[in-house]
């Protein structure tokens, strides 16, 4: 048995999923014929209560997009050094958008709007960048699966109503945050001019993002897919995968992150784990001593047939996802005991 705990981006389609991709209508989506696409689209776009949405390959294209439609040359992105956008994204903010990136180091990679109005320009100061993104990230990959909550966000959004700045959401594991704290996906609706969500992280779908926002950005980040070489034929078949994902593997994330944290519990026990992060959704980081490598640790755990990504010089991540069950979970505690 492959205990694979890399990332929840390794899950299969389930059989029923297998089935809704086989049986789906199809068109052609760069026609806008494409009636499960069409489908999928006004679905997440209602369930935000936000105008229009974008089916697209990945969540990198669905943040890029976004900046991408948001920033003119010259502009400057302000998100944590921790984000994705930042982090994972192959410098997308410089090479798409032709703009900057201002970078607060917030707790666990969060954002605050004391943090952010540090770091917004004057715009009367010719030698600087004119501040007009803000991008979060919820939940928070680097930081362990950290969220945010409706207040906090309306805080921010307070900042960036008062300085004229548009608001971002990278929400890959948007779910997982909603699953945790109960808001109501409308509330996101409100507070973000456009915001990313990945299907195929903890939703289970084999690919696939959705950028959301009004019908003016949508429009203008078609645009631009196309322009990326983003345009997709009969895409119905992976846009049915996120339909009945939508319908069937949101309330299953509790799932997820009771295992994580049973995952906590077993690593607190181990001589060689100095520190673990709070878990909070489905993602777990700890933290091994200065004398032991993190690729040299993620090595020996491949050898036991664990598979996990080191995510730092001495840290180690996993993350719990649909195709990890409780008799993997029995097994991993059994492989992670010191022989």
């Excluded at 439609?69 to 998100?79: M, Q, S």
């Excluded at 409308?186 to 507070?191: F, R, T």
């Excluded at 993620?298 to 180690?316: E, M, N, R």
């Amino acid at each position: 048995m492959i205990i694979d705990l890399r990332s929840d981006t390794v899950t299969q389609p389930t059989p029923a999923m297998r089935e809704a991709m086989f049986t789906a209508p199809l068109g052609d989506d760069v026609l806008g014929d494409d009636p499960t696409v069409n489908a999928l689209e006004a679905k997440v776009a209602a369930l935000f209560g936000m105008e229009a949405a974008l089916f697209c390959a990945s969540g990198t294209m669905t943040n890029q997009l976004a900046i991408r439609t948001h920033c003119r040359p010259g502009d400057d992105v302000i998100c944590d050094y921790l984000s994705h956008v930042y982090q994972y994204e192959g410098g997308g903010i410089s090479v798409n958008a032709l703009a900057s990136a201002s970078l607060p180091q917030g707790e666990r990679g969060k954002l605050t709007p004391a943090l952010i109005r540090e770091h917004i320009y004057s715009p009367a100061d010719p030698h600087k960048p004119l501040s007009r993104l803000v991008v979060l990230e919820n939940t928070v990959n680097k930081g362990g699966g950290c969220y945010y909550t409706i207040p906090e966000i309306a805080a921010i959004r307070q900042v960036c109503d008062e300085h004229g700045l548009i608001l971002h959401l990278d929400g890959a594991r948007l779910f997982n945050a909603l699953i945790e704290t109960g808001d109501p996906t409308h509330a996101y609706g409100q507070l973000f001019d456009s915001i990313s969500i990945c299907l195929s992280k903890g939703l289970g779908c084999p690919v696939g993002s959705m950028l959301l926002g009004t019908a003016a950005v949508i429009q203008q980040a078609r645009r631009y897919r196309k322009l990326m070489g983003g345009g997709w034929r009969q895409a119905g078949f992976l846009a049915a995968a996120g339909i009945y994902a939508l319908d069937h593997h949101i309330e299953r994330l509790k799932l997820d992150h009771a295992r994580a944290r049973q995952i906590g519990t077993m690593l607190e026990h181990l001589p060689e784990v100095e520190a673990i992060l709070p878990i909070d959704t489905n993602i777990v980081i700890f933290q091994l001593p200065n004398t032991i490598l993190a690729t040299d640790y993620v090595s020996s755990l491949g050898d036991k047939g664990i598979k996990a990504v080191s995510f730092g010089k001495h840290l180690v991540r996993f993350v719990t996802h649909l195709d990890f069950t409780d008799d993997m979970l029995t097994e991993l505690g059994h492989r992670l005991r010191p022989a």
